[in-house]
């Protein structure tokens, strides 16, 4: 059974940081890309940010390319999201989601809220 598990949300100040776990478990995803998403209230779920297994290569949304950075460390089958320069549109549920090469997203964890104060 693969579970996703997030961590690292909470309530920040305007300008200030966080960073986001997620870890997997139930089988080796080394070779899966790894992604965040997030949903505002009343807002649809939007990608933040992606990682590919092999090579690593990322990918950002533009609304927070140059702020936010994704990292992954395959040995604990986890993947993080630096978050700084956090401004109160950020505030959201994120998620993180895994998925094979090219194909969708399959894997879903349950979310961290984000709160940014302003």
């Known amino acids: 059974q693969v579970t996703l598990v997030e961590s690292g949300g909470g309530l920040v100040q305007a300008g200030g940081s966080l960073r986001l776990s997620c870890t997997a478990t139930g089988r080796d995803f080394s070779n899966y890309k790894m992604g965040w998403f997030r949903q505002a209230p009343g807002k649809d779920r939007e990608f933040v940010a992606t990682i590919r297994g092999s090579g690593g290569s990322t990918k950002y949304d533009d609304f927070v390319k140059g702020r936010f950075t994704i990292s992954r460390d395959n040995a604990k089958n986890t993947v993080y999201l630096q978050m700084n320069s956090l401004k109160p549109e950020d505030t959201a549920v994120y998620y993180c989601?895994?998925?094979?090469?090219?194909?969708?997203?399959?894997?879903w964890g349950q979310g961290t809220q984000v709160t940014v104060s302003s």
């Open positions: 989601a895994i998925g094979y090469m090219d194909l969708e997203y399959t894997y």
